[in-house]
């Protein structure tokens, strides 16, 4: 029974796998030359935050800081877009590759 299980559920996760994989090409986005003038802007600036001495701070200093943070944490996603997405069947194959091995 558990030789006939792995094959087939590989199997089964392979024909899955393959559908998304048609789906999941995407065009690269070129960023403007404002957008990466604003990215260096933004790394920059979160290098000085980290390298504050935040305990000389009082409360609403370092709440208004870490509201800053935030913001710049969402313009950075919007400028920088994309992520890396892992389909649920190539986890799924990724687990058992590693309870197999």
Do not use: C, H, W
């Not at 392979?14 to 999941?24: G, I, K, P, V, Y």
């Amino acid at each position: 029974m558990k030789k006939l299980f792995v094959p087939l559920f590989v199997a089964v996760a392979m024909l899955t796998s393959a559908n998304t994989m048609a789906f999941d090409k995407k065009e690269k986005v070129e960023i403007s030359e404002k957008d990466q003038k604003r990215i260096v802007e933004i790394s920059n600036r979160v290098e000085e935050i980290r390298k504050m001495d935040k305990s000389d701070l009082s409360f609403s200093e370092r709440k208004a800081l870490k509201s800053e943070l935030k913001q710049i944490k969402n313009e950075a996603n919007k400028l920088g877009g994309g992520g890396i997405y892992i389909s649920a069947t190539a986890i799924l194959i990724i687990i058992l590759l590693i309870i197999i091995l």
